[in-house]
C-alpha cells in the first residue's frame, strides 16, 4: 500500500512541477519539435529532414503530442508541452518509488524524488533529452533491483525494464545505445539467457511501437540513426566545451562521482551502499559516455544531462548512508537535515533563478561572456 502512496504522493507533485516547466519555459529546440509531431500526424516529407528533428528521433514526445492533437483537438505546441509534463511525471514517480523499494528503511526516495521533480536540467533540455534523462535514471535503478533480487524477480520486471530502455531508444537513440548494452551485458553474467532474451524482446518491440518512423521505413530509419550519431561525431561543424562548461553542468553530479570512487578505494572500511561492481559499471559508462562525447566535432550540455540526472539521484544515497556510520544520533540527524536542505533549496533556488535570468544558469547562448560558456566555439542553441 505504501508503494502506491509514494507512486501517487510523487506523481501528482511531479505533475505540478513539470507543468510550470513545460508551460513557461521557452526551451531549446521547442518549436523544432512542435512541428515534427505536425509533419509525422499529417505525413510530411519534412519529417524525415536529417537537418531538423529527424534522427534523435525523439518519437515518444512526438507521439503523445500528435495524440493529445487529436483527442482533444488542441494546438500543437501546448500538446507538446502537455505531454511532456505527463510523461516526465510518470518517469519520474516510477523512479521515486524504485528508490523507496530498494531502500524502504531509508530517506533516499524523499531526497532524490524532490531533487527529480526540481531538477534545473529539465529547462536547458531539448524535448528528446528532457524525456531520456529521467528514462536513464529509471534504467539504472531497474538494474539495480534486478541485480539485487534477480533470483526472486518473476518475469515483469524484466519486460519492464525492456520498456523503459525501448522508450529511452525512441527519445534518444544514441545516448541510451551506449547506457543499455553495457547494462545489458551486466545483467548477462547474473541471468539466464532467457531473461535477457526477454529484455532484449521488450526492449525492441518497445522501441518498436513507440517510434512511427519503423513503422514507415525500418531498415531505412535504422541506417538514418547510425548517419545522424556518426555525422554529429565527425562531420558537423566543430563546436567544442571547455572544461568548465562540463564540469558546472551539475557539480553535484561531480560530487556523486568522487564519492562513488571513494566508497569503491575505501570499501574496506566503510561497507558499500551499492555492490562495488555495480558502482564500477556506472563509473565506466559515464568515463566511456564522456569520452566519446568530448572527441565528437558537436558538443553540448544536454548530451550530459542523462548521465548528470542519474548521479545526482543516487547522491542522497551515497551520503545518507556514509552519515550512518556517525555515532551521535542527535549530531547525524543535524548533519542530515542540513545537507538535505541545502540540496532541495539550491535545486528549487536555481528553478527561480532561471526563470528570471535563463542566460546565467547552465545555459550558453551565442556569444555569452560567462566563463563557463566560453567553448572553443560559441553554443548556439
Known amino acids: ?193 532467457k531473461k535477457i532474451a526477454i529484455m532484449v524482446a521488450s526492449a525492441a518491440l518497445s522501441f518498436y511501437i513507440s517510434n512511427p518512423f519503423m513503422w514507415l521505413r525500418p531498415l531505412g530509419h535504422m541506417y538514418d540513426l547510425v548517419a545522424e550519431v556518426h555525422m554529429h561525431y565527425a562531420d558537423f561543424y566543430a563546436i567544442h566545451l571547455s572544461l568548465w562548461a562540463v564540469l558546472l553542468i551539475s557539480p553535484l553530479a561531480i560530487i556523486s562521482i568522487a564519492l562513488a570512487i571513494l566508497i569503491i578505494f575505501k570499501r574496506k572500511k566503510i561497507p558499500p551502499v551499492i555492490a562495488p561492481q555495480f558502482l564500477i559499471l556506472m563509473l565506466a559508462i559515464t568515463a566511456g559516455i564522456s569520452a566519446i562525447l568530448l572527441t565528437a566535432r558537436l558538443q553540448s550540455q544536454h548530451y550530459f544531462f542523462p548521465l548528470a540526472m542519474m548521479w545526482e539521484t543516487f547522491l542522497p544515497l551515497f551520503i545518507l548512508e556514509l552519515l550512518s556510520r556517525i555515532t551521535s544520533s542527535v549530531l547525524r540527524r543535524l548533519i542530515i537535515i542540513t545537507i538535505i536542505t541545502l540540496l532541495i533549496g539550491a535545486q528549487i533556488t536555481l528553478i527561480i533563478h532561471m526563470f528570471f535570468l535563463p542566460e546565467i544558469i547552465f545555459i550558453c547562448p551565442k556569444n555569452s561572456h560567462y566563463l563557463f560558456c566560453n567553448a572553443t566555439t560559441p553554443m548556439v542553441w
Request: glycine share 4%; proline share 5%.
Open 1 to 193: 500500500m505504501k508503494k502506491s502512496l509514494v507512486f501517487l504522493a510523487s506523481l501528482l507533485t511531479a505533475m505540478v512541477v513539470q507543468s510550470f516547466i513545460w508551460s513557461n519555459f521557452e526551451y531549446p529546440d521547442k518549436y523544432m519539435w512542435v512541428d515534427q509531431a505536425r509533419y509525422i500526424a499529417t505525413k510530411n516529407p519534412e519529417a524525415f529532414n536529417k537537418f531538423t528533428a529527424y534522427g534523435h528521433p525523439g518519437t515518444v514526445v512526438v507521439e503523445i503530442a500528435i495524440i493529445a492533437h487529436y483527442l482533444f483537438d488542441i494546438p500543437y505546441v501546448t500538446a507538446s508541452n502537455g505531454g511532456l509534463a505527463i510523461f516526465n511525471s510518470f518517469t519520474i514517480a516510477a523512479c521515486i518509488t524504485l528508490c523507496f523499494i530498494l531502500r524502504p528503511k531509508s530517506t533516499w526516495y524523499l531526497v532524490a524524488g524532490s531533487l527529480l521533480v526540481f531538477n534545473r536540467l529539465f529547462m536547458a533540455s531539448t524535448p528528446p533529452t528532457a524525456a531520456a534523462s529521467p528514462l536513464v535514471v529509471l534504467l539504472f535503478l531497474i538494474t539495480l533491483w534486478l541485480y539485487e533480487h534477480a533470483k526472486k524477480m518473476r518475469t515483469w520486471p524484466f519486460v519492464f525494464w525492456g520498456i523503459v530502455a525501448g522508450l529511452s531508444a525512441s527519445s534518444r537513440t544514441d545516448i541510451t545505445g551506449v547506457i543499455a548494452l553495457p547494462l545489458l551485458f551486466f545483467m548477462a553474467i547474473r541471468l539466464d539467457w
